[in-house]
């Protein structure tokens, strides 16, 4: 289809502000009275308070005023209730809030927070889910049957756990009696940080007439707005967050997050604002982490390669609250069939109270933990039926009349899988691998599959305010975060497509300032270009409508027979009968100087048709839009040091509709090496007693450019869907899901190991391959 | 005590009253408002916040302010001429290497270093001194891409 401005390198409105250093990030604003804080964390991870002493550090120079949460009786959360900006009478994880200072300046705030003494009872920690389950585990929250939930979710009181998830399709039983072979295995896809280069941060103000005005480096100032409204008794309208740049978001700065705990820091200081901004430390430990799931997975097939059933259990540990987790959870959980069609399932996810952060959105959600494990046990159960592993695949791709686990029944709109798989399967697996090993390595092809569903809520609109200006210019105005992904320019390559206007005349919006942009659930589920996208077209089709109905007036036709081409509104039948956009855009003043028409503003959302709750099956319509993709690489394995290297990674996704082409294959570089990284380095370590291990990026180890692929091969298939405009899908997380089995089944290829948790580090390899030559 | 300090920033004479044990970045960002300069982390490891002192690329979280007297300190903020980009800065966009832009003015800055020192320098060279530079982003292929094009586009000024 020809496009004029959809599928073009435009380039993105927000670069020469970023490459000048001028645009505003959270720690870059300043206000006038600003004040600083620092937030004191406990020494335990799971401990009783028993007293805090603050007044060595009430004497300190600058000190404005020590916070504790004596007494505080705010709870919040937008799934679960099970979240407190500070912590009251016990902790819960090593990064929690238990105190914090105000003062005039940041280094006068760190030091007096040093001299805040607090004394504790220990009490036992538990940081996997394992071992809160067990039966003589003390509770983490002991009041968990009362906390206020949405329908569906729900704590299991008297237990750990925050929420037990179950999916049932068909018959597991028939389903693993019809099987000839049956497999299974259990993976680990341990704790990681989203690890923006950004840290978090806010800043809160109480004003003097009773209103709360906050700034936040989060992806959903709405919910933000909404949660502090409602904790302290104001209408929604009272409450202004602004979001500025971002730098970097990957998950973790969605839900709340740090918000809460600010807001009740600088609810003490009524009249002045309040800035903290995590210090890298505090933004591995004080935020959102990222998975802590364990994925049993059991897998029934005939003789002949035809999946009969799916088992999985999934342990999550979802950390101190599970408000921001569980909805991973079920993601994963439902996900876990990855992109097969299994008849019976028995799929089932458990949230468990650990003493660790809370774990949250991560670029994935959820897909990348439970698809490591089907795809893994596809190429085992390949072996184990002895037949080639693509073959395989082919006879159980979900595809179109196929049925997924949530019962959907695809549509070829919900993209093609084979073809994403034929192409990569064509771009490494054509010939037979040319050397398998030399003196100084081994060499391996690995391959995986993938599906994303956006995991979105049923009532996650995305809205869209836009305005023709005098000059027939167009501003549009929506609530979508920009975090890097290049947001604001898929807005506007659509909008253009839309109105047929070119991208130089479209202005987007860059702060979200809930004072004036339109409701927006939050930016997640890689959902943005679908919904928003929608929502642009929307609008864009009643501006040109109201175009049209005032020069219907003008031209003295009825509106069926006029036309619109961006520039002008003219008559079909005789295009010399036209009136220019801009003279429309404002209503039409005619030579006498009286006008008529409206002013053309228009407004228009979008959110995934049709999303349901579960029902008693855990099924219904909440994957809706699919996305289907295919992964593989090339590595070699370092005899000597077991050091693994990625000569090339190569990714195919069905997308719908590039928009893009240079930011797209931004987003699938970016997030192959976030893969890499989680697959061969990151884990977020914690000692039994629940102390960080390597909250440092030093430590930590995400990928530098000497971890970068040798190569990147990312392809594109174009199978337009129905929902999003000109038939693109997301593609923001995706790029993530299949990089670690893709690299493990490598692994095995190049050296006959099964490896079932990430990271796989060269110390596990060389122990493995030392293990071998024994 | 405090104490005052002279230096240049992007060309103009500056003094600042500094404290004990204060870093170049505190000054820029917090004395200065040149909040261009960013800050990652805290173990002088993500680059966010070089800036280039006496021509050389420097993390300014780790660097004293107390050394700062005399010297000349080049911060993102000097970089561009009004709406004319240094080409480094239109390399990086041209590149696509620009997502969110938090990792960009410490490469941008670490670039202008090493082409300042050797405008030839090699593709090994180039590699080098971006590995002091996270980004979370875009995975280092456009990052690398725009630095070669700007070593392209500064040779190319230069035989003009
Ligand atoms: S702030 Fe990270 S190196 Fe300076
Ligand atoms: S562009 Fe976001 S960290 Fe580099």
Known sequence: MGFKYIGKDIPRPDAVAKVTGRVLFLDDIKLPGLLRAAILRPDYAHAKIISIDTSRAEKCEGVIKVVTGKGCKLVYGDNIRDLTPIAVDKVNYIGQPVAAVIAETLPQARRAVKKIKVEYEPLPVYIDARAALAGDAVLIHENSGEFWHLPGIAPIAGTNIANRYILKKGDIEKGFEEADVVVEGEFNYPFGSCSALEP??????????????????????????????????????????????????????????????????????????????????????????????????????????????????????????????????????????????????????????????????????????????????????????????????????????????????????????????????????????????????????????????????????????????????????????????????????????????????????????????????????????????????????KAIRMLKETASQVLRVGIDLLDYD?????????????????????????????????????????????????????????????????????LRIEKETGKIIIDHFVSAFDVGQVINPVQIRGQVVGGVMMGIGASLHEELKFTEEGKAVNPSFRKYRFPTIKDAPGKQTVEFVETPGEIGPFGARGIGEHPVVGVAPAILNAIYDAIGVDFYEIPVTKEKIKEALDRGKE | MPEKITFTVNGTSRTVEIEGSEKLIYILREKLNLTGTKRGCDDASCGACVVVVDDEAVKSCTFPAKKLAGKEVLTIEGMANGTNLHPIQRALIDAGAVQCGYCTPGIVMELFALFHRKRDATDDEIKEVLSRHLCRCTGYEAIYDGALLARKYLSEAVDR
């Open chain 1, 200 to 541: 978090h941060g806010a800043i809160v103000w109480f004003h003097d007439d009773n209103t709360i005005e906050a700034w936040s480096s989060s992806i959903c100032p709405f919910i933000i707005r909404e949660e502090l409204a409602r904790v302290y008794g104001l209408p929604v309208c009272d409450v202004r967050v602004h979001i500025p740049e971002l730098g970097g978001c990957f998950g973790y700065k969605s839900d709340i997050t740090v918000e809460q705990t600010i807001a009740y820091i600088a609810g003490q200081v009524p009249g002045r604002p309040v800035k903290w901004v995590a210090t890298r430390k505090e933004d591995f430990l004080s935020t959102l982490i990222g998975h802590g799931m364990r994925t049993q997975i059991k897998i029934g097939a005939r003789r002949d390669g035809k999946l009969t059933t799916l088992k999985t259990r999934i342990l999550h540990s979802t950390g101190t609250s599970a408000d921001t987790g569980v909805h991973v959870l079920i993601a994963a959980t439902h996900n876990s069939t990855g992109s097969y069609e299994f008849p019976n399932c028995y799929l089932e996810g458990n949230s468990i109270y650990t003493n660790t952060p809370p774990v949250g959105a991560f670029r994935g959600y959820g897909h990348q933990e439970s698809q490591l494990a089907v795809e893994r046990m596809m190429d085992i159960l390949a072996r184990k039926l002895d037949m080639d592993p693509f073959e395989l695949r082919e006879k159980n791709y979900l595809g179109p009349g196929k049925v997924t686990s949530l019962g959907e029944t695809l549509h070829k709109t919900n993209g093609d899988m084979k073809e994403c798989a034929d192409i990569v399967r064509g771009i490494v697996f054509s010939k037979p691998k040319e050397i398998s090993e030399d003196e100084k390595y081994y060499y391996g092809r690995g391959f995986a599959a993938l599906m994303k569903t956006p995991k979105g809520a049923t009532f996650s609109s995305k809205s869209c305010y836009l305005k023709f200006n005098i000059d027939g210019s167009v501003s549009i105005n929506m609530g979508g975060a920009e975090v890097g992904q290049g947001l604001r320019n898929v807005v506007r390559q659509v909008a253009a497509e839309a109105l047929q206007i070119a991208p130089e005349r479209i202005r987007v919006y860059t702060e979200i300032d809930t004072q004036f942009s339109p409701w927006e659930w939050q930016t997640i589920g890689s959902m943005f270009t679908t919904q928003g996208g929608r929502a642009i077209v929307r609008a864009a089709d």
């Open chain 1, 566 to 634: 961006g520039d002008y509104v003219f008559l079909k039948s005789d295009p010399a009968a036209r009136v220019p956009v801009p003279e429309l855009g404002r209503g039409y003043t005619f030579d006498d100087g009286r006008t008529i028409g409206e002013v053309v503003h228009t407004t228009a959302d979008a959110r995934l048709p049709r999303q349901s709750n579960p029902d008693e099956n855990g099924q219904g319509t909440m994957g809706i839009t699919y996305t289907f993709g295919a992964q593989a690489c090339e």
